[in-house]
């Protein structure tokens, strides 16, 4: 990327900042910190909202900023409650050399898009990740804000990355390894879907690149600071971790990594007792637990838990 970015960085980089959302108060505040951003020199942002609600719930708030923000702002309404289809709409609809994507309950840091593309000119990687930091309320366990469950990292496998995720990434999409690359719409209810994108486009021979300065902050809800809902989201996590190792797997492979996931399982369970007296440490080792099972279960084939949404699959976009 390093090259081609020198290049738009000498003509004016254009770059399109996705916001997928669904009936989420946030989002304002999610606009209005984009609309904030420090650009550098010849750079040009617009800003694509993509509502999966069944009706354009969003349409009159993101009309009602469009003449508060110095950038553009584009609405697309793309029913119904699957994040994938919102996702690839804002795929289609972006017209930018770069494009980056936000959640809709995260604000940005001020040089965000600044770290996010000095990372790209200087790794040459097809995307890159930024850091997800979780803001706490007062309410929330101490437990919880001492061992920062929210907040989203990276993983690194042998030095590399290999997979990502969509809450802070800028994207090459003219690059070779994601042109015409989309969001499996099957996954679009029980999450994994932005794991698989980044999965196959490492699988590709694509990089992924992290700029650890580039970061958004993310405030944890009431009905998210709870063990039960970690627990849910680390059990979806290692189905959708388990079914992309059963896609390549044969018998004997796919019994193999059964049995290390159960093992792996049993291993933090174990660890778990040892650390009963810690409650950060006690649910750690318990949430990697059924991260563990969440495996076992993905590579057995069992469908994914459906974490968005209350309406049908939806199957078009209508852009406002």
């Known amino acids: 990327m390093t090259a081609d970015f020198q290049d738009m960085r000498a003509a004016g980089v254009r ?14 505040d999610t606009v209005r910190s984009i609309g904030a951003l420090s650009l550098p020199d010849g750079a040009t942002v617009r800003i694509i ?4 609600d069944v009706v354009p719930s969003a349409r009159d708030l993101v009309y009602r900023l469009a003449s508060l923000l110095p950038f553009n702002i584009s609405y697309v309404h793309c029913p119904a409650s699957n994040i994938s289809l919102a996702r690839n ?16 309950d995260e604000t940005v840091s001020s040089d965000w898009l600044i770290e996010l593309l000095r990372a790209a000119a200087e790794t040459g990687a097809d995307a890159v990740l930024g850091p997800v930091r979780a803001i706490y309320g007062e309410d929330a366990p101490g437990w919880m804000k001492r061992g920062d469950f929210h907040s989203t ?39 994994g879907e932005d794991t698989e994108y980044f999965a196959r486009l490492h699988e590709a021979g694509g990089t992924i690149a992290f700029a650890p300065a580039a970061i958004v902050y993310e405030p944890v809800p009431a009905d998210r600071a709870s063990f039960a809902w970690l627990a849910k989201r ?22 193999r990594e059964i049995g290390l996931a159960g093992a792996k399982t049993a291993y933090c369970l174990a660890a778990t007792a040892l650390t009963v007296m810690s409650a950060t440490m006690r649910s750690r080792s318990l949430l990697r637990a059924i991260m563990h099972a969440g495996v076992v279960s993905g590579l ?18 209508n852009v406002d």
Not at 15 to 28: K, M, Q
Not at 91 to 103: C, I, P, S, W
Not at 157 to 165: H, L, S
Request: glycine share 14%; with cysteine; hydrophobic share 40%.
């Open 15 to 28: 770059i399109d900042v996705c916001v997928c959302t669904y009936r989420r108060p946030g989002l304002e």
């Open 49 to 52: 909202v993509a509502d999966n």
């Open 89 to 104: 709409a804002c795929l289609e609809t972006a017209t930018g050399d770069l494009l980056a994507f936000v959640d809709d």
């Open 153 to 191: 990292l990276p993983v690194w496998v042998g030095g590399e990355i290999q997979t990502g995720y969509t809450c802070n990434v800028l994207l090459h999409p003219s690059s070779p390894k994601l042109a015409g690359r989309r969001f499996e719409l099957a996954l679009g209810r029980s999450g």
């Open 234 to 255: 680390r059990f979806r996590m290692g189905q959708t971790h388990g079914r992309l190792l059963a896609r390549n797997g044969n018998g004997v492979a796919l019994a």
């Open 300 to 317: 057995l084939g069992v469908r994914e838990i459906v974490q968005y949404g209350d309406q049908p699959l939806g199957a078009h976009g």
